[in-house]
């Protein structure tokens, strides 16, 4: 079974790329340093690769990400 997923990069290049990169700051999910949500690269992984859970965003961020998923798909 696949599960659908936004890739998280702590490359500074990729964020630049607004609107549909979305900021996450250092500790948020787990992550150590600030990285952002690419929402113009989101993608399927085998549900069997992921085998640890790292962290969950607040509900602030995952509407700053469903943002990004929007602006990603044209949709506002």
């Known amino acids: 079974m696949s599960i659908i997923v936004v890739p998280v990069s702590s490359s500074g290049s990729q964020a630049k790329r607004a609107p549909t990169v979305v900021a996450l700051p250092a500790g948020a ?6 990285s952002v949500a690419v929402c113009h ?33 044209d949709l506002e």
């Open 41 to 73: 690269q989101v993608t399927t992984l085998d549900r069997a690769k992921l085998t640890k859970r790292i962290g969950a965003l607040s509900a602030e961020l995952l509407l700053d990400v469903e943002g990004g998923l929007r602006a990603a798909m």
């Open 29 to 34: 999910a787990g992550l150590s340093k600030a």
